[in-house]
Structures are given as structure tokens and as C-alpha cells.
């Protein structure tokens, strides 16, 4: 699986699995809840409520609350996905990302009020135009060219979030753009610590923050950089093939030692690191395209960009750093004999490495490849002789979408049609977000339920 902006859907599990999964995920919440508490208490004790006298001091004060909730979702939002094994373990990586992008909303919308209130409070306090005001705060107030820049790179992160945006940027440009959030967070610090009123003028609230920042700090430089560049020592990953699949894909083989402990299973991604020229600072994620063998792995990547394209030409010998394994797409959230495995374009890979686990003759299998031409279907050939060895069926669906016709393309009626027992069965599906959120729509119509159907998203 690659993607253009990395995005994972949410994936079902077993009972079991979201029991195992729901107590420490409240847990989590509720110490984030705790020390939120903690921070409101701290701005009550000092004033917050007590001291906000008329219409000035009250928009200052909610300005002054708003800016320390929203600093404090920020170090949040940096953490989610700060490749923490034992978060991602206990939460998944699936809700991960659905927390970091609700996470994200609410910090920047504290961030804005925060601006707007401290301005408008401090104009009306200071009795003079608001051209005047926010001049005074930009040139009389430490800090506050930075806390501008910062709370700018913020919203050109958020920006560049929207779907429809994110699409049209090259990654490369993306990728840099969420890195300087690091940078506003920095300017953060920079404006908060040293001029914050209520930390400026209480030792116990100070030392507070800057414990949570080092905390957030230690974490970050461990898990993004420490650990990676340990496993880069101790695994020796490095590419030994690299194979031309046709129609701009390429299936890269790597090797390493030790790579059995990693414990990564099929239908799993990893992000993957070249240490080549060009490709070294940027990090992708590519799903498992075969399932793990020994101290061998491979991936299957399809040219969507430039770094994509970069990758196919990667001599053998090049060094490889990576993290993971992720992603909660495997036959473990399995609950019925019987499996549908779907998948569109270059989704194939997770797929077809689930496909390569199936014990033969376990249960009645169906794998279902959509793509637009028959020169799409990426590892056609891998496939095919699977399923025969597996004794899946297999179903190639081709057509493009604007065909005569084409809408009837994995409709409920056609997924009925080519999986008669579609509802006794569990669904996995990767694809398109698009493709996949039809087909989502198709089950779910077909009368498959939710917790049957498994799915991963990218976005190309």
C-alpha cells in the first residue's frame, strides 16, 4: 500500500480484539482529560475566573485558556503518530488516525479563539484601534513574531489536510509542510514559557509545561529517530532485487537479519526509509506484497509521484531504515470460515499477501480484483496461481467507470451474484479511497454486517 498523504481507515476486529482495545483507549483519554483539568485549574487558581473584570479582561482570559488548551492538543497531535509501539499496540493505528484528525480540529480552532480573544480583549482593555493593538502586541511583546509564524505554519498544515487539496500536492511538498509543525510547536514553547501571564508569574505552572514539552520531546527524538536508526544497525535491511511488474510498479526485495522478530504479519505496512539520494529524509508507507519469509520482505510499490518513481531505480546494496510493522489488516480480525478478499489497483498487495496465509481448503475463499484496464491488474500472474493453490475463486473486474454499464460494477446485486453467501462471510477490502468507499456502501446495501468487513484506505 502506498500513499500519496498516508490516511488509514478505521479496521473491524474481533469482540475480543475492540474489548482489549476500548480499556486502555479510555484510559488514554482519560489521563488526556486529567491533564487538562489540571491545566484549567492552574488558570483558575491564577486568576482566570476570579480576575476577568469587564468585556477586556474577560476575552483575555478565555484567550489565555484557549491558547494553553490549544498548545497542550498540539504536543496531543504531535504524539498520535509519533511510530509509539506500545500506542499503537494498545489503540491501534486504525484509530490513531481518526484521533489525530479530530485532535487536529480542535487544536487549531482553540489556537484561532485564542488569537481572537487575546486581541480583541487587550484592544478593548487598551482602548485604542485594532491595527494599533495588533501592532503593540507584535513589536512591545516577546515572543509574538514567533507565535505568529507558528500559529501561520499551523493553519498551512491543516491547509494542506483537506482531501481535495492533499490530492493535488505532491507529497514531497505535503511531507515538508506537516514537518514545520514541529517548528510551530518550537515557537510554541518560545512564546508560552518565557511570557505566558500565568506562567510567567507562577513557578509550579511553569515547571508543569515544560516537563509536558521535554516529555513530548524525549518521545519524539526516541521513536523517530533513536529507534530507527538502532533497528537500521541491528536488522541490516537492504534491497536485494528489484523487479519490473509492468505499468509503472515495481516489487522491491529486501533482507535483513533477524527479521522473523518483527512479528509482521500479511496484510501489515511498514514505512519504509531508502538511505539513497533523494529518497533519504522522506518516509513512505508500503504495505507487505508477500507475505514475510524469514529474514526476506518485499513490497510492491506503483509510480505515483516523484518519490515513487524514484524508488524502481534503487540499486541493490542500498541500505534500508523502516518502522513498523502497522495496520490491524490481517487474518487475525477473522470470525467466519468463509472470506471475501477485494481489492482495487495497487490494493492488491495487502491482498494478495492475505491470500499467500490462507491454509488451503480452510474455508470457501473469493478474491475480487477491480481495476480500470486489464493492464492494471498488478500481479495478475502471483494471483492467479494462489487462488488455484488456495482454491479461491478469483474474479477480475474490469471496466472503467464512466463505461456503459459500469455503475453495475461491484453493486450489491453484482457482489451477491459473484459471492452468493456474501453476508456469512468476512470482507476484506483495499482500494482507491473512492473505490472503497463505494464497495463499502455496496456491502453494507448487500447486507453484510459492519463487523464482517475489514478495510484499509490510501489515497493516491
Not at 38 to 48: C, H, I, Q, R
Not at 372 to 386: G, K, M, Q, S, Y
Amino acid at each position: 500500500m502506498e500513499a500519496h498523504a498516508p490516511t488509514l481507515a478505521t479496521a473491524s476486529a474481533r469482540p475480543a480484539d475492540r474489548e482489549r482495545r476500548l480499556g486502555p483507549a479510555t484510559i488514554l483519554i482519560a489521563v488526556a482529560a486529567a491533564n487538562a483539568a489540571v491545566m484549567v485549574w492552574l488558570w483558575a487558581k491564577n486568576g482566570g475566573i476570579t480576575g476577568a473584570h469587564g468585556d477586556g479582561g474577560l476575552a483575555t482570559s478565555i484567550g489565555r485558556i484557549t491558547g494553553l488548551l490549544g498548545a497542550y492538543l498540539a504536543l496531543i497531535q504531535v504524539l498520535l503518530l509519533a511510530r509509539l509501539p506500545w500506542l499503537e499496540r494498545l489503540v491501534g493505528f486504525d484509530r490513531l488516525t481518526v484521533w489525530h484528525r479530530w485532535n487536529g480540529r480542535a487544536c487549531i480552532t482553540l489556537i484561532l479563539a485564542h488569537v481572537v480573544f487575546i486581541t480583541a480583549g487587550y484592544q478593548r482593555m487598551d482602548q485604542i484601534s485594532l491595527r494599533a493593538e495588533i501592532s503593540s502586541l507584535l513589536h512591545d511583546y516577546p515572543g509574538m513574531v514567533l507565535a505568529t509564524v507558528g500559529t501561520a505554519l499551523m493553519l498551512v498544515v491543516v491547509f494542506t489536510s483537506v482531501v481535495l487539496v492533499r490530492r493535488r500536492l505532491p507529497y514531497e511538498l505535503w511531507y515538508g509542510v506537516h514537518l514545520s509543525a514541529y517548528a510551530a510547536i518550537v515557537f510554541a514553547y518560545v512564546h508560552q514559557i518565557p511570557t505566558g501571564n500565568e506562567l510567567a508569574a507562577d513557578h509550579q505552572a511553569q515547571q508543569y509545561w515544560k516537563a509536558l514539552y521535554i516529555l513530548a520531546l524525549a518521545l519524539i527524538l526516541t521513536f523517530r529517530v533513536l529507534v530507527p536508526l538502532m533497528r537500521v544497525l541491528r536488522h541490516r535491511i537492504r534491497v536485494t532485487d528489484v523487479v519490473d511488474e509492468g505499468g509503472g510498479v515495481a516489487s522491491i526485495r529486501l533482507q535483513g537479519r533477524d527479521l522473523e522478530r518483527l512479528g509482521a504479519r500479511p496484510g501489515q505496512f511498514m514505512r519504509w526509509r531508502f538511505l539513497a539520494r533523494g529518497l533519504w529524509w522522506q518516509s513512505h508507507p508500503f504495505s507487505l506484497s508477500e507475505a514475510p519469509v524469514g529474514d526476506s520482505l518485499r513490497i510492491t510499490v506503483k509510480e505515483v509521484g516523484r518519490y515513487t518513481a524514484k524508488v524502481p531505480r534503487v540499486r541493490p546494496g542500498t541500505r534500508v531504515a523502516f518502522e513498523g510493522p502497522f495496520g490491524t489488516f490481517t487474518s487475525a480480525a477473522r470470525r467466519h470460515p468463509g472470506v471475501v478478499l477485494i481489492a482495487g489497483g495497487i490494493g492488491i498487495t495487502p491482498v494478495r499477501a492475505l491470500l499467500e496465509e490462507l491454509p488451503a481448503g480452510a474455508g470457501p475463499a473469493t478474491v475480487i480484483y477491480r481495476a480500470i484496464r486489464p493492464e492494471d491488474l498488478v500481479l495478475r500472474a502471483e494471483v492467479e496461481r494462489l487462488a488455484a493453490t488456495r482454491g479461491a475463486d478469483l474474479h477480475c473486474v474490469v471496466g472503467h467507470h464512466e463505461d456503459h454499464g459500469a455503475d453495475r460494477l461491484l453493486s450489491p446485486e453484482h457482489l451477491t451474484e459473484l459471492v452468493p453467501d456474501l453476508g456469512e462471510r468476512d470482507v476484506y477490502l483495499c482500494g482507491p479511497p473512492a473505490m472503497t468507499s463505494v464497495v463499502l456502501v455496496s456491502l453494507r446495501r448487500a447486507g453484510v454486517p459492519r463487523r464482517h468487513i475489514h478495510h484499509e484506505r490510501f489515497a493516491l
